[in-house]
């Protein structure tokens, strides 16, 4: 670190000293200077402070580009500070990263606190801010059974038992990501957040908590289902599909069907992303959440019903990507029928798809392949056998 004075400016002697120059004084020597003898030296115009991450500790910038000196920006330390955590995370036994929580996660949402958000926030880089949401994924990853004992009702007293943190933990976790999905505009980070959003909600018991966690993290998925970009949309159905799949309380499943975004239902927006006109990726992943949602057996499933046998109807008409997963949906609305109380009509499900039949006796390019003539092919008998 450079020595600095009182001021926070820095004292190292400047490279490329001209002839004739003073010698610099040493440490001992500059702090019996009198006040009025030490002379501080003018600020750089050329460094610009950004952001509490970087002012607060270090006065240095993250963009250095004066011509006296030049340093490596500060935001490749914490790039690498960031790697160095999440492969500690990756390679240590999960129980033994327990203990480490509070390093990363705050136990409370309090302002100033230095964490993992600190970076999520605050960095002005946006692969910084990236690389912290990786390490809070790892983090989460797998603690489903650390998590399951995690108690967010509020108690008096001088002793704060460990349900009592992992309850805050939870509750600041779940503010931190909603707050920095309505900051963040990077898709790449986007993407990340997402992800760490899924896999939040993967590892929580919802059940065992208070209710009121999942219509927000509903309404945040709905605002990001018809994003420019492919891949983000593709984040954004993901976690739907571990909203669907999640255990949660009875007023936070209904909230999967109330309208959220644009007057529209999660299921809505999932569907609305099975259409034609979007991309194999999207429709895969779409396909994907409704699977998920049937296979979760909520009440809401016949209420949208024909929407999809439509999509599962256009799905197994698609090309083989999407086909497959349309048979997947197919399979899971069998499942749906033969489990379920409040049974759809067998009739409606069998006009699911009228395209199924044709595509399991002939698969896309047979029509052609059999309309064209073969040197082979000069029988009748051949070609009643291949159009039979």
């Known amino acids: 670190t450079a020595a600095k004075n009182d001021d926070g400016f820095d004292l ?24 009025a003898e030490r002379r501080s030296p003018p600020s750089s115009p050329n460094v610009r402070r950004t952001s509490k991450l970087t002012s607060g500790n270090s006065s240095d910038s993250d963009f250095w580009d004066g011509d006296v000196q030049r340093r490596p920006p500060l935001f ?41 958000f600190s970076v999520v926030y605050d960095d002005p880089n946006p692969k910084s801010r990236g690389a912290g949401l990786n390490v809070l994924s790892c983090l989460l990853d797998g603690s489903c059974q650390f998590l399951s004992a995690a108690d967010d009702r509020a108690r008096s007293g001088a002793f704060t038992s460990l349900a009592t943190q992992l309850g805050g933990m939870v509750r600041a976790v779940h503010a931190g990501l909603l707050v920095a999905a309505q900051r963040e505009r990077a898709s790449q980070n986007l993407i990340s957040l997402l992800k760490c959003l899924s896999v939040f909600v993967d590892n929580v018991s919802f059940d065992k908590l208070s209710a009121g966690y999942l219509p927000p993290v509903i309404k945040c998925i709905c605002s990001f289902t018809a994003h420019s970009d492919v891949n983000v949309c593709v984040a954004a159905l993901a976690s739907a599909s571990a909203v669907f799949a999640a255990k949660a309380r009875a007023e936070d499943s209904r909230a999967i069907a109330q309208p959220q975004h644009g007057g529209t239902s999660l299921p809505q927006c999932v569907l609305a992303c099975c259409a034609p006109s979007q991309a194999a990726p999207v429709r895969v992943e779409a396909i994907q959440a409704l699977c998920a949602l049937l296979s979760a057996k909520h009440s809401c499933v016949p209420d949208y ?60 390019g047979a029509a052609e392949a059999s309309s064209e003539p073969t040197p082979n092919s000069t029988e009748p008998e051949a070609t009643t056998t291949t159009t039979t």
Not at 83 to 97: E, F, L, P, S, T
Request: proline letters at 7%; aromatic letters at 6%; one cysteine or more.
């Open 76 to 116: 490749r330390v914490r790039l690498a500070a960031m790697a160095c955590a999440q492969a500690v995370i990756k390679c240590a036994n999960k129980k033994a990263m327990y203990g480490y929580w509070k390093s990363f996660v705050p136990v409370h949402v309090t302002e100033g606190e230095m964490t993992i």
């Open 305 to 364: 019903w024909e929407d999809m046998k439509a999509a599962a109807a256009s799905a197994v008409a698609a090309d083989p990507a999407v086909r497959l997963h349309g048979f997947k949906l197919l399979e899971e609305m069998g499942r749906f029928i033969c489990v379920s109380s409040d049974e759809p009509n067998a009739a409606d499900f069998a006009e699911a798809a009228p395209a199924t039949t044709k595509a399991v006796a002939k698969p896309p």
């Open 12 to 35: 190292r002697p400047m490279r490329g000293k001209k002839k004739g120059s003073k010698p610099s004084v040493s440490a001992a020597a500059a702090a019996s200077l009198a006040p």
